[in-house]
């Protein structure tokens, strides 16, 4: 990659049951993704509150991807 | 119970834009119940205003706490010492939460976060309607327990005016007749009759019309505090 090319930080919070079993399964087909996607595991993407968006975003991150 | 609503952002903003260091104060009472200024919108409110403020250029320091009651000063004492250390104390109270914290802590600067809105209580979810107009004097009794004077808009006593059309106000179509609704009330349980007696005009002096309100119960008052 370009040193000068902007690679968002992406926070993403994914449902126990379908998205994060998802990204799971992705790890153990040895599927890639960027290194700036941080994904964080929830019991359900109902638990998602518009503070831990916020708090996301205030702890620097560039996008939150919402997944379940 | 008593129901606010926050004031848009840009308000807020402007109202702490002199400050450096503000503490969001929440309630964890009324305004916690119909979800403006309890402990989850004081963290929200503080996180908008650290990064609105970041983004403006001039990021601000803003802590967050909230307490049991703002509107007792018993329950303020426990965050005195985080008052005494910012420049602004913005309030998500109701405005007796602003003012029991004007009147406890002498020194410091309170704003207002919440608009103050009405009494009443939540009707479905996300819906709240105005249900008592504390006038001082509950005429309830007389009316099968709905009130005409925060339900009728122009808080009739003697039976629904001639903008009462198929039980709502002529004000807007999605305001029930608060006559309307006495009727119904009354007509469902036999107790047509108690319409009958007339009603003399209401004496307000109960009400705000009689200037600021005040009660005093001798018998819990301490022997200290008796004039």
Known sequence: MNDNEFEPNIIAFCCHYCAYAAADLAGSLRLEYPTAVKVVELPCTGKL???????????????????? | MIIAEQKPLAEVKALVADAQKVLVVGCGTCVTVCFAG???????????LRMATQLDGNGKEVAEVVVQRQCEWEYLDEIAQQVGEVDVVLSLGCGIGVQAMVEHFSNAWVVPGLNTSFLGLPTEQGVWAERCAACGDC???????ICPIARCSK????????????????????????????YDRLSSLGKLDRLLEIQPPKNWRTARDGGPRKIVRPDLRLPAEEE
């Open chain 2, 38 to 48: 309890g402990a989850r919108e004081a963290a929200i409110m503080a996180a908008s």
């Open chain 1, 49 to 68: 509150d518009v503070l831990y968006v916020l708090r996301a975003f205030e702890n620097g991150a560039d996008g939150v991807l919402v997944a379940g």
């Open chain 2, 139 to 145: 005429i309830l009794g007389l009316t099968g327990g």
């Open chain 2, 155 to 182: 808080s009739l006593l003697n039976g629904p005016c001639g903008g009462s059309e198929n039980g709502h106000c002529e004000i807007n179509a999605e305001v029930p007749c608060a006559w309307q609704l006495i």
